[in-house]
């Protein structure tokens, strides 16, 4: 803030103001100065107030925010979770809930563990052996009866040279890439017992290890060399199989009431439907019990949450605007409009009615408004209200889509989206796209004939090598083909994968993106030998059709509201079904989204809190430059009075010299005239 000049700094006309005549030259200009300085005491004043105002609004914004935070599990149907899993023996499996699950109670008995195939090699004296150069490449799938089958995830090839073809070399390079395998080194405490140990790092029987190598020695399948580590479930021992397989990969394996299960990790999502099973141990004969009940506490504990930011808020405001008739004291706020209108909307939002559902008003439910305006939670309404119909209570305050369709679902909104039923109607279904081969598959990859393809599948280009050999039939050959596709780094990073399929020894390649953005096309020297001289490759087609008669935007499988429409940014998947009508799709908000959308407002950048600081700091800045301006002012006005006074101050000096002077020419004169003579003397 600029300050205030200080009187009687300006140099004066006379050294002591004051002192030749007697007059209190500074009192007076200080006094004088007092009643000019009163403009700058109000811009002072102003200044304060308005910062006290700033300090309040952001209280006020504080207590907002508060309120807000206080919504956040209550703004989706998976924060209204309101049933609660135990499990009898937690050492044997966990269970966590999500979205779907219902009350019930299961029988769980787990036999077999998910297990993440191990492989060995043989021994080395040091880490630092060389074992050999040229490439490693893996690739995941099911071993039976020593046949491997790709999973199609893609296979993964390491460049293994002479910086990196020790044993040590070997182990950091294939952690390195990154590739779904981790090696370490054991040694067995023998002379030569340096062992390399590859661990695929998924689970499941689907996720054993092939290991091909093209060994620089020339020999890729013999014990010497970087052979050494080749696995081939279907070749012999030290002929191709040279690494020991110490842990098979495997399923985990068990029972719910009785149902035999088959999953890959021990992590099962979709074993019971919404709940998630974490397996730790087996319990062969001893079934433990899983228990889904009801669970209102966590409902109830978010709602006394958001109760008591209400109430906080309220008070905030109330000290905020309060006035006090006694001493006629105002608040700080005391009738600002834009505190009376948040107050306002809250208040009528709150205290109004949603207008659909079993349950339209909080009241209903046990949450009303006191006399002082706060709100209070009548407990035993509430509890009855969840556990009666907790569907409702859902809906009552949370954002919620769903459909009638079972292959429809509402995926997402905007905040644009209106609640309402909207008719879903398809006219289009999605499609991926395809690459269709024009004649059989030739079964032999000849390396540097015809074993390089370069694909395009979702827009993403990339070269990738197959492995040179006869293959048995045109089923292996897509497997192959498949791996080294989705195995494909770019494919990898994108997202991107596709599916290779033979019929009547026919290839073709399918991506598995939904939509305009899908394709597939393929070229290199393999591309004839794969799918002959003239392949088709088709695009993908996005879903089309509309909402509640108006034409959605497609994408992919999913249906959008069309800007400006009553169901603008409502997001309705088709996931499979046919043309035409498709039921309908239900959007609602409830209370709690309602609030944190004016909530959000409210307290956003260039919403009406930051209007009314922003103002009053622009208001302060200006307040600084008047207070300048009149400082410079008043600084004048106080040299000018100084040298005003100083003048008269001299003149009244000179003047009462000259009186003194005066009179003590006349004291003179009065004592040098002789005295007359009197009457009585002149007889």
Same mark, same amino acid.
């Given at each position: 803030?600029?300050?205030?000049?200080?009187?009687?700094?300006?140099?004066?006309?006379?050294?002591?103001?004051?002192?030749?005549?007697?007059?209190?030259?500074?009192?007076?200009?200080?006094?004088?100065?007092?009643?000019?300085?009163?403009?700058?005491?109000?811009?002072?004043?102003?200044?304060?107030?308005?910062?006290?105002?700033?300090?309040?609004?952001?209280?006020?914004?504080?207590?907002? +925010?508060?309120?807000?935070?206080?919504?956040?599990?209550?703004?989706?149907?998976?924060?209204?979770?309101?049933?609660?899993?135990?499990?009898?023996?937690?050492?044997?499996?966990?269970?966590?809930?999500?979205?779907?699950?219902?009350?019930?109670?299961?029988?769980?008995?787990?036999?077999?563990?998910?297990?993440?195939?191990?492989?060995?090699?043989?021994?080395?004296?040091?880490?630092?052996? *060389?074992?050999?150069?040229?490439?490693?490449?893996?690739?995941?799938?099911?071993?039976?009866?020593?046949?491997?089958?790709?999973?199609?995830?893609?296979?993964?090839?390491?460049?293994?040279?002479?910086?990196?073809?020790?044993?040590?070399?070997?182990?950091?390079?294939?952690?390195?890439?990154?590739?779904?395998?981790?090696?370490?080194?054991?040694?067995?405490?023998? +002379?030569?017992?340096?062992?390399?140990?590859?661990?695929?790092?998924?689970?499941?029987?689907?996720?054993?290890?092939?290991?091909?190598?093209?060994?620089?020695?020339?020999?890729?399948?013999?014990?010497?060399?970087?052979?050494?580590?080749?696995?081939?479930?279907?070749?012999?021992?030290?002929?191709?199989?040279?690494?020991?397989?110490?842990?098979?990969?495997?399923?985990?394996?068990?029972?719910?009431?009785?149902?035999?299960?088959?999953?890959?990790?021990?992590?099962?999502?979709?074993?019971?439907?919404? *709940?998630?099973?974490?397996?730790?141990?087996?319990?062969?004969?001893?079934?433990?019990?899983?228990?889904?009940?009801?669970?209102?506490?966590?409902?109830?504990?978010?709602?006394?949450?958001?109760?008591?930011?209400?109430?906080?808020?309220?008070?905030?405001?109330?000290?905020?605007?309060?006035?006090?008739?006694?001493?006629?004291?105002?608040?700080?706020?005391?009738?600002?409009?834009?505190?009376?209108?948040?107050?306002?909307?809250?208040?009528?939002?709150?205290?109004?009615?949603?207008?659909?559902?079993?349950?339209?008003?909080? +009241?209903?439910?046990?949450?009303?408004?006191?006399?002082?305006?706060?709100?209070?939670?009548?407990?035993?309404?509430?509890?009855?209200?969840?556990?009666?119909?907790?569907?409702?209570?859902?809906?009552?305050?949370?954002? *919620?889509?769903?459909?009638?369709?079972?292959?429809?679902?509402?995926?997402?909104?905007?905040?644009?989206?209106?609640?309402?039923?909207?008719?879903?109607?398809?006219?289009?279904?999605?499609?991926?796209?395809?690459?269709?081969?024009?004649?059989?598959?030739?079964?032999?990859?000849?390396?540097?004939?015809?074993?390089?393809?370069?694909?395009?599948?979702?827009?993403?280009?990339?070269?990738?090598?197959?492995?040179?050999?006869?293959?048995?039939?045109?089923?292996?050959?897509?497997?192959?083909?498949?791996?080294?596709?989705?195995?494909?780094?770019?494919?990898?990073?994108?997202?991107?994968?596709?599916?290779?399929?033979?019929?009547?020894?026919?290839?073709?390649?399918?991506?598995?993106?939904?939509?305009?953005?899908?394709?597939?096309?393929?070229?290199?020297?393999?591309?004839?030998?794969?799918?002959?001289?003239?392949?088709?490759?088709? +695009?993908?087609?996005?879903?089309?059709?509309?909402?509640?008669?108006?034409?959605?935007?497609?994408?992919?499988?999913?249906?959008?509201?069309?800007?400006?429409?009553?169901?603008?940014?409502?997001?309705?998947?088709?996931?499979?079904?046919?043309?035409?009508?498709?039921?309908?799709?239900?959007?609602?908000?409830?209370?709690?989204?309602?609030?944190?959308?004016?909530?959000?407002?409210?307290?956003?950048?260039?919403?009406?809190?930051?209007?009314?600081?922003?103002?009053?700091?622009?208001?302060?800045?200006?307040?600084?430059?008047?207070?300048?301006?009149?400082?410079?002012?008043?600084?004048?006005?106080?040299?000018?009075?100084?040298?005003?006074?100083?003048?008269?101050?001299?003149?009244?000096?000179?003047?009462?010299?000259?009186?003194?002077?005066?009179?003590?020419?006349?004291?003179?004169?009065?004592?040098?005239?002789?005295?007359?003579?009197?009457?009585?003397?002149?007889?």
């Amino acid at each position: 803030m600029a300050t205030t000049i200080p009187l009687a700094t300006n140099t004066p006309t006379l050294s002591s103001p004051g002192l030749g005549s007697g007059l209190d030259i500074n009192g007076i200009v200080q006094k004088l100065m007092s009643v000019e300085q009163q403009p700058l005491t109000d811009l002072n004043n102003q200044e304060t107030q308005n910062q006290t105002k700033i300090s309040a609004f952001g209280s006020l914004k504080s207590a907002l +925010a508060s309120l807000q935070s206080s919504l956040g599990s209550l703004t989706t149907a998976s924060g209204f979770q309101a049933l609660n899993a135990s499990v009898s023996d937690t050492s044997v499996l966990a269970a966590t809930l999500g979205t779907g699950a219902v009350a019930g109670n299961y029988a769980v008995e787990v036999s077999a563990l998910a297990q993440a195939q191990k492989l060995v090699s043989g021994g080395m004296a040091n880490t630092t052996d *060389v074992v050999g150069t040229g490439t490693l490449t893996f690739d995941f799938g099911t071993t039976s009866g020593g046949t491997f089958t790709s999973n199609g995830a893609g296979s993964r090839t390491i460049t293994i040279d002479s910086s990196n073809d020790t044993l040590a070399g070997i182990r950091d390079a294939v952690n390195a890439a990154n590739i779904g395998v981790t090696a370490t080194i054991v040694n067995d405490g023998s +002379a030569n017992g340096n062992r390399l140990v590859f661990t695929s790092n998924a689970t499941g029987a689907t996720n054993s290890m092939r290991i091909t190598t093209s060994d620089g020695d020339g020999n890729n399948t013999d014990m010497s060399g970087l052979s050494q580590l080749a696995y081939d479930p279907a070749a012999a021992a030290g002929a191709g199989a040279n690494l020991t397989q110490k842990v098979a990969a495997q399923n985990a394996q068990l029972t719910v009431d009785g149902i035999a299960i088959s999953k890959p990790g021990n992590t099962i999502t979709d074993a019971i439907q919404g *709940v998630t099973l974490n397996l730790a141990k087996t319990n062969v004969g001893a079934p433990v019990s899983l228990a889904v009940s009801s669970n209102p506490g966590s409902i109830v504990t978010s709602l006394t949450a958001f109760v008591q930011a209400y109430n906080n808020l309220d008070g905030t405001i109330d000290s905020l605007t309060a006035y006090d008739p006694t001493q006629k004291q105002a608040s700080i706020l005391t009738g600002d409009a834009t505190v009376r209108t948040i107050q306002t909307q809250l208040r009528s939002l709150l205290g109004g009615s949603i207008g659909s559902g079993t349950f339209t008003t909080l +009241a209903q439910v046990g949450i009303t408004f006191q006399a002082d305006g706060t709100l209070a939670i009548d407990s035993t309404k509430l509890n009855n209200a969840i556990s009666t119909n907790p569907q409702a209570i859902t809906q009552l305050f949370a954002a *919620v889509g769903s459909t009638t369709d079972a292959l429809t679902s509402v995926t997402g909104f905007g905040s644009n989206t209106q609640a309402g039923d909207y008719a879903v109607n398809v006219t289009q279904l999605a499609t991926r796209g395809q690459l269709a081969g024009s004649a059989a598959a030739g079964l032999t990859i000849t390396a540097g004939v015809n074993d390089s393809l370069t694909v395009n599948v979702d827009g993403i280009n990339t070269t990738v090598t197959l492995r040179a050999g006869a293959y048995a039939d045109a089923n292996a050959l897509a497997s192959e083909v498949q791996a080294e596709i989705n195995g494909a780094t770019a494919l990898v990073n994108a997202q991107s994968s596709v599916a290779v399929s033979a019929s009547g020894g026919v290839l073709t390649v399918t991506s598995q993106r939904y939509g305009s953005a899908s394709v597939v096309s393929a070229s290199g020297n393999a591309a004839i030998t794969l799918f002959g001289n003239a392949p088709t490759s088709t +695009a993908g087609v996005d879903v089309a059709g509309t909402l509640s008669g108006i034409a959605a935007l497609g994408s992919g499988q999913t249906l959008i509201g069309a800007p400006g429409s009553a169901a603008d940014g409502l997001k309705v998947s088709i996931l499979g079904g046919g043309v035409g009508a498709r039921g309908t799709a239900t959007y609602s908000r409830g209370f709690a989204t309602r609030l944190n959308d004016i909530l959000g407002a409210d307290t956003a950048t260039g919403g009406p809190i930051d209007t009314e600081t922003t103002s009053l700091t622009n208001q302060d800045a200006d307040i600084e430059k008047q207070k300048d301006q009149l400082n410079q002012r008043l600084a004048q006005i106080q040299a000018n009075y100084m040298a005003q006074f100083n003048a008269l101050d001299t003149l009244m000096a000179s003047l009462q010299a000259q009186s003194s002077a005066l009179t003590q020419e006349l004291a003179a004169i009065a004592a040098n005239t002789p005295t007359a003579p009197s009457a009585s003397s002149n007889k």
